[in-house]
């Protein structure tokens, strides 16, 4: 990614990561992600805002050497994750004068994880300032914004808030500001429900502090700027508030198919009570896209056959992301078959046992299903239909 000014003074020069298809060796990139890092230039001194990943230091090198900079006095350290801070080293042996800006809990991950010297911090705490000369940094310390030590800074003239991995998206774009509403709308959903929803009320609280500021632009530290902070706040106002939709979100598994038959009979009976459904064949689903259809469901069905005496590896795997990214759902349950016996029911139900949810009466049958099953599953829609209808998102 070439270098490019954001305002007089103020440029982008981290690096676009167009081919990365995994994260952390967990999370999809469909659409590959950026790494952002900025330079922020005082009539007195010089700072960058995070560094990139390790992968991508030579291209970091070029940008800054395309605008001349020979020396950094400041590098603004947010988070101490290695797609952020992973060429930290190498920026501070290129730049021997330079120190890195950062909260004490991140300083402490940063010598543990990267082996920063000690006498190269300088640490700050909440709400201080950094004078770059006609330039000012506020701190806003964040934590369990993703990690504990998370940090934002707030260009206070520019009104330009870099928040590292909140508002991000991953999403690769030549685009330095915001291509497409709809679609970066879609990718910071799958961001925040893959990353942020487990910290869902911290974030709130945040949002708040963030309220009381005057932001003309957001950059955060993956994807690209928005130049309409709004479209991302009410985002995340929506996502982190607690009303949800009447939708039920039904990952299921299917070994011999007696799950499945009962999975699309439970379908059409909720669709015929005004109820949206998205379904997950597991075997064949983007996790990052469940966890995104997780983010504003009023209800979670798991659909699970038993293998031996427990529930399927892939329903056991689609229930313990569900139970780690602590959703806003309301009501869960489980539906499914067995062959001979077996705890699948009980140990779906403790898995999920960090959400806030009523559990409802599961359908959990012997072998195929049956007529008695059908009317068992259509009684458990009608059952959710009069919970979504108690809630007030589906009209009586």
Known sequence: MAAREIVPGVFAVGAIDWDRRLFDELIPLPDGTTYNSYLVQGSEK????????????????????????????????????????????????????????????????????????????????????????????????????????????????????????????????????????????????????????????????????????????????????????ALIVEAYRDWTGDDVTNTVVLPYVSMHGSTETMVKHFMDALMARGIEVQPFNLPKTDTGELAKALVDAATVVIGAPTVIFGPHPQAVYATYLANLLRPKARYATVIGSYGWGGKTVDTIVEMLGRLRVEFLDPVYVKGHPKEEDFAALDRLADEIAKKHQEAGILPS
């Open 46 to 229: 010089t700072a960058l805002i995070d560094t990139v990943d390790p992968m991508k230091t030579a291209e970091l090198v070029g940008n800054l050497e395309s605008l001349g900079v020979d020396s950094i006095d400041y590098i603004v350290s947010s988070h101490a994750e290695q797609d952020h801070s992973g060429s930290l080293p190498a920026m501070l042996e290129r730049f021997g004068d330079a120190q890195v800006v950062t909260n004490q809990k991140c300083r402490d991950f940063l010598v543990d994880l990267l082996h920063v010297p000690e006498d190269r911090f300088v640490v700050i705490g909440d709400g201080d300032m950094l004078d770059l000369g006609g330039r000012t940094f506020e701190f806003i310390i964040a934590p369990w914004v993703h990690w504990p030590e998370t940090m934002l800074t707030y260009l206070k003239e520019d009104r330009i808030l870099f928040p590292c991995d909140l508002f991000g998206s991953h999403y690769a774009t030549s685009s330095l500001y915001v291509p497409d509403e709809g679609v970066i709308y879609e990718s910071a959903k799958r961001y925040y429900a893959e990353i942020m929803m487990p910290f869902r009320s911290s974030i709130k609280a945040h949002l708040a502090k963030l309220a009381m500021r005057d932001i003309d632009l957001i950059a955060p530290s993956h994807g690209p700027i928005y130049d309409n902070p």
